[in-house]
């Protein structure tokens, strides 16, 4: 499967946008990047997905460069509700499907 | 409205005595799985189930069963629960595909003592 990284911590002013990024340098042709979030201890809400383009929904958009070996979540206009741990995920191109999660980034969001 | 629900949302339980957490979704998701939260390990799936009667382990599937008997159910079976089953567990949802996103419950919180 391929590996992200991403940083541990990040920190955001409400109401300005907050910049998360993931590198996954060994991605495969066909797998997808996913990102979630997991507010506290709730279960994981999934933010948005793509392949290849820039792609826009209205929790956030998603930059994946053109190599697909790294990609940023955009979240505009951040809110303290916005607080939680955000995890970039590759997509394995198997049956179990599973997603694995890493360490995330816990971003925070500043009043 | 799209959920997936489970129960109980906490459990207290003492070593050895067998117990059931129910997972349903209101989505006709053919795809289910089993994940556990523990601290500084991330979510780890236990089970997965393709379709009806189709189950397969995950990455940490000992000391658990699943059933699948029905579309809509996925429960995870804990025979003799053991002191380092104690977790946070996710039940989780999809349609066919990898360009499909997962519906997540809302977690249980089981101890084992």
């Known amino acids: 499967d391929a590996k992200t990284t991403q940083p541990p911590s990040m920190d955001c002013a409400e109401g300005r946008a907050a910049n998360l990024p993931c590198n996954h340098s060994?991605?495969?042709?066909?797998?997808?990047v996913y990102w979630y979030r997991q507010i506290h201890s709730q279960g994981p809400q999934y933010i948005i997905h793509g392949l290849k383009n820039n792609e826009t929904n209205e929790m956030a958009s998603l930059i994946i460069t053109e190599d697909r070996k790294s990609s940023t979540l955009i979240l505009p206009h951040a809110t303290l509700r916005d607080t939680a741990v955000y995890y970039c995920?590759?997509?394995?191109?198997?049956?179990?499907?599973?997603?694995?999660f890493g360490s995330g980034t816990r971003l925070q969001v500043q009043p | 409205e799209a959920q997936v629900t489970q129960n109980p949302r906490y459990l207290i339980t003492v070593t050895g005595k067998k117990l059931t957490v129910t997972c349903s979704q209101n989505m006709n998701h053919e795809y289910m799985s089993w994940y556990r939260q523990d601290p500084g390990l991330g979510l780890r799936q236990i089970y997965y189930s393709m379709n009806v009667e189709v189950t397969d382990k995950g990455d940490v599937p000992e000391g658990y069963k699943v059933s699948r008997k029905e579309k809509r159910n996925f429960p995870l079976i804990l025979e003799s629960p053991s002191p380092n089953q104690t977790s946070l567990y996710f039940c989780?949802?999809?349609?066919?595909?990898?360009?499909?996103?997962?519906?997540f419950g809302q977690g249980t919180r089981l101890t084992v003592v």
């Open positions: 989780a949802s999809s349609s066919p595909g990898l360009n499909t996103e997962a519906f």
């Open positions: 995920i590759v997509r394995p191109n198997t049956g179990r499907r599973a997603l694995t």
């Open positions: 060994t991605i495969s042709g066909n797998e997808y």
